[in-house]
């Protein structure tokens, strides 16, 4: 295959140490119970349709030598099995993915392949069952085991788990051979540079974005394969089905202190495949007591069953990020027959809370509460971990830890992607983030606006996907995998449009009402549900690239489902997939308000940096620009945060960044790179979304407070100081100021002292609140511009060599000090990197408590690194200044 591709010329992608560990590391389903359920996700063989003469039932006999087949990647696609063998240039880097042949041009059979497996299992005794459990195959498949073909028709959609009983074929011998076949999406969508290409991508219950969009080219099989776990369960007579947790915490609660009780309710199905009754107990355990009933299960039949209500006293509460801890309990539930054996049990992490929504009047937007007390939504938008669907729980930790680290409390799931996977979820529960979940829609695709770019009219896309069946029964099934996660609290229709009339009455009628009816659904994500029309409608935006005034004084829609603008990484970033002749900076032409873009930066979809590169000087190259573009990076995510902040509960509830992060090596709205390495956007955003917070606005040169706490903060000392570009202080106020919970409150202006002082080359603005104690409770650095609007001083500014200092605090950590001299100027934003030693290059994923760090003439600032503590040891810290330490590797002492 792919003969016509020369490698030679093809440079592979560069591996970032540790991430190649990252991407191979296979999750865990810890919703089974251990001892009786494996994955099978290593092993497998595949071939393509057109090399096969023989069938399913012939390729699944052991007899059959399948040796010579090529080694596959499961869970994956076919794509990533090409990758893997090196039968594929990585799609990522370049223009690799010119290279790859398209669905749409050499028709679906070019990615139809069939998967083998061999695995090990006996024949089960005494009424025990085994069953083969498909987690997601995209699109259509058949499943055959020791030559019996399991499923009668054809199993089909991307987004429905599919489950075999194969207790009756399992070989006698314990060696037992599975063979599948997988078909493409029916319809393939031609990628033709449209917003999900032509939109008949959409035509099946799927990902949209594989057909190309405005921050991705197209995944060329369309994400055809195996793409998630494949497991073998064992029970006894009696299994397990669909068990659900709802948690109900009544009245308004603090997240310290003694708590009220709090509902337990649950309730699951039970399935009997066997020819005799079976009776029993169900049972659940919860924080050391057992909640039981009596249960016969009739042969061959299935019984839902509903426990008693359970009264927690003092519960340990979950709330989101930024507002309290993220308890959690371990409800085990079995099923335990009349000899006291345990047919079948799992263990569901539960998160005691409660989540509600009301109207608020006064922004005209949806309002969120979780235990009772309104949250002010910080969140961002999310596509899907990996393109290619290299899914791993090490990746959903690293990239959800990153969301918790930008102190957001919200993550939303685009609709032209997928429902989240339960270990996205996990991560979810574990760091704080609230969740909004899109079913599978978009307005592109599906029908909202007129688009030359779509082969059929709006009146045909509206009525997308091809089948409505398949769409509500895939919905059933992701309701139940995903419904007892604390952290998901929304489910949304579709992205900027509604499904199909009668999708949308089935899943707010029936569907929700019937299983999971505890969590807001609103119909698409720009709904009047979410926002009035005192803009003249709903919506959301602006995108791109703002003055920093329009996050301030522009009213945008007061509950923004989407705002958000670049995200270009450093240099060291692009060297990862862009080749050395294509390092060309960006050219901005002020007179007709356009880019000359190199094409690679173009493909991989640059969005324009306009005039804000240049009001810092001219870039002299990609390294200069890269460097430049962290600084507006900063600016530009810290003045969002900040200009919502400013105006939460009065102009607004809530926004939702797009986006902060890419599956691609995109160049545009991303807090961190596809390799998991952060930019200035991701500590901008950081920063500006500070609990409690003390802030400049630019425009009005007020200094502000927010506190997003349940708590008044009392007796703070606000001190106020500026440094000219020669490091000259003036010490503008200090004054002891409060604030009441959940509020913003202004302090007082500086525009005039400010203004004047940073007239001839700009200025720095020094903010920090500190408590009784001199505890810094919040601090934020502000570059100023000069009086023309330009950074004229930060482009001559003189060298500030840091005294650097770096040890091992424990295994998997790192404290960086670092000392500014007294009588020196500002050392201002230095990146710092914990690195390989000998090679230079970035440990990643790596955790920073703070960077892009400013410090101050006479003062120090701690870095804190975590990365994982199976890391080899031979690591550095890399320090780069923008005016010292460029490059400069400090050891790390022990």
């Not at 308890?327 to 085990?332: H, R």
């Not at 309701?479 to 996660?485: A, D, E, L, S």
């Amino acid at each position: 295959m792919f003969r016509n591709l020369s490698y030679n010329s093809i440079k592979p992608q560069k591996l970032v140490f540790g991430l190649s560990v990252l991407l191979a590391a296979t999750t865990y389903n810890n919703k089974a119970n251990a001892q009786n359920s494996y994955e099978l996700n290593s092993g497998w063989k595949c071939a393509p349709i057109k090399s096969v003469n023989v069938d399913g039932a012939k390729l699944s006999e052991p007899s059959y030598n399948t040796n010579s087949w090529m080694p596959a990647t499961v869970p994956g696609t076919v794509l990533t099995t090409l990758l893997n063998n090196k039968k594929v240039p990585d799609p990522f880097y370049g223009m690799n993915n010119e290279r790859i042949p398209d669905i749409y041009k050499t028709g679906a059979d070019y990615y139809t392949y069939w998967f083998v497996k061999e695995f090990k299992e006996a024949p089960a005794t005494n009424g025990n069952q085994v069953y083969l459990n498909f987690r997601g195959i995209n699109y259509s498949c058949d499943v055959y085991l020791n030559g019996h073909k399991l499923n009668k028709t054809i199993q089909k959609g991307m987004f429905l788990r599919f489950t075999y009983n194969i207790t009756p074929y399992l070989s006698k011998s314990g060696n037992n051979k599975l063979a599948v076949i997988v078909h493409p999406p029916d319809v393939l969508g031609n990628a033709n540079g449209g917003q999900g290409g032509d939109g008949t991508i959409a035509r099946n219950v799927g990902l949209q974005y594989t057909a190309g969009w405005d921050w991705i080219q197209p995944v060329r099989d369309r994400n055809t394969g195996i793409w998630d776990k494949v497991t073998i369960q064992k029970t006894g007579a009696v299994r397990l089905k669909d068990v659900h947790v709802i948690t109900n915490v009544p009245g308004v609660r603090m997240p310290d202190g003694a708590q009220k009780p709090a509902i337990i309710k649950l309730e699951t199905e039970v399935s009997n495949p066997t020819s005799a009754p079976v009776s029993g107990n169900l049972v659940y355990e919860i924080a050391g007591t057992s909640i039981s009933k009596s249960v016969t299960v009739k042969a061959n039949s299935t019984l839902p069953v509903k426990l008693a209500d359970y009264t927690l006293q003092n519960p340990k509460l979950w709330w989101p990020n930024g507002y309290g801890p993220q308890n959690m309990y371990d409800v085990k539930v079995k099923f335990v027959t009349g000899n006291k054996t345990v047919s079948d049990q799992e263990i569901v992490h539960v998160g005691v809370r409660e989540i509600t929504t009301k109207w608020n009047a006064h922004t005209g937007s949806r309002e969120v509460a979780v235990n009772g007390q309104k949250i002010f939504i910080k969140g961002g938008n999310w596509i899907i971990s990996d393109a290619m669907l290299r899914l791993s729980d090490m990746r959903y930790d690293a990239e959800v830890r990153f969301h918790r680290d930008m102190n957001l409390n919200l993550i939303r799931v685009w609709g032209g992607a997928m429902t989240e996977r339960p270990e996205f979820y996990d991560a979810c529960d574990k760091y704080g983030m609230l969740v909004f979940q899109d079913f599978w829609g978009s307005g592109d695709c599906n029908g909202r606006w007129v688009d030359p770019m779509k082969k059929d009219d709006q009146w045909t896309r509206r009525k997308y996907p091809d089948d409505h069946n398949l769409f509500l029964r895939s919905a059933e099934d992701q309701i139940k995998m995903v419904r007892n996660h604390a952290s998901l609290a929304m489910w949304c229709g579709g992205n900027e449009i509604t499904p199909p009339e009668d999708l949308l009455i089935a899943l707010k009628e029936d569907i929700l009402p019937r299983l999971d009816n505890t969590r807001w659904f609103i119909d698409y994500s720009n709904s009047e549900e979410m926002s009035d029309n005192r803009l003249g409608g709903n919506g959301d935006g602006p995108y791109g690239i703002q003055p920093l005034n329009v996050f301030w004084n522009f009213k945008t829609y007061p509950f923004n489902s989407e705002v958000g603008s670049v995200g270009v990484s450093d240099y060291e970033a692009l060297k990862r997939f862009m080749p050395t002749e294509n390092m060309v900076a960006p050219e901005y032409n002020e007179s007709t308000r356009k880019s000359k873009v190199d094409s690679v930066w173009d493909y991989h979809k640059y969005i324009g940096y306009d005039t804000s590169i240049n009001k810092y000087g001219k870039a002299k190259n990609a390294e200069d620009f890269t460097r430049k573009a962290q600084l507006v990076n900063y600016d530009q995510y810290r003045g969002l945060a900040e200009g919502f902040t400013s105006h939460m509960w009065d102009w607004y509830t809530g926004f939702i960044i797009w986006k902060t992060q890419n599956p691609w090596t995109a160049m545009r709205g991303q807090m961190y790179d596809y390799y998991l390495d952060p930019n200035a956007c991701l500590y901008g955003l950081r920063n500006g979304s500070e609990a409690l917070h003390v802030m400049y606005n630019p425009v009005s040169g007020m200094i502000s407070l927010a506190n997003n706490t349940f708590k008044p903060h009392r007796s703070m000392m606000l001190v106020v100081k500026a440094y000219d570009m020669n490091g000259k202080v003036k010490e503008i106020t200090q004054v002891f100021c409060d604030i009441v919970a959940t509020s913003t409150k202004n302090v007082m202006s500086v525009k005039q002292v400010l203004d004047e002082m940073a007239a001839k080359e700009g200025a720095f603005l020094s903010l920090q609140l500190l408590d009784t104690d001199k505890n810094v409770l919040s601090e934020n650095l502000y570059w100023v511009a000069d009086s023309k609007g330009e950074y004229s001083g930060l482009q001559k500014m003189k060298t500030d060599e840091l005294a650097t200092t770096a040890r091992f605090v424990k295994p998997g950590q790192v404290e960086v000090t670092l000392t500014n001299k007294q009588n020196c100027v500002v050392s201002f934003f230095n990146r710092v990197s914990l690195v390989d030693a000998t090679t230079k290059d970035r440990v990643l994923p790596a955790f920073y408590d703070n960077n892009y760090v400013s410090i101050l003439p006479g003062e120090q600032r701690k870095v804190i690194i975590d990365y994982s503590a199976t890391t080899k040891t031979n690591l550095a810290v890399d320090v780069d200044g923008w005016n010292g330490n460029k490059g400069k590797i400090i050891s790390i002492a022990k």
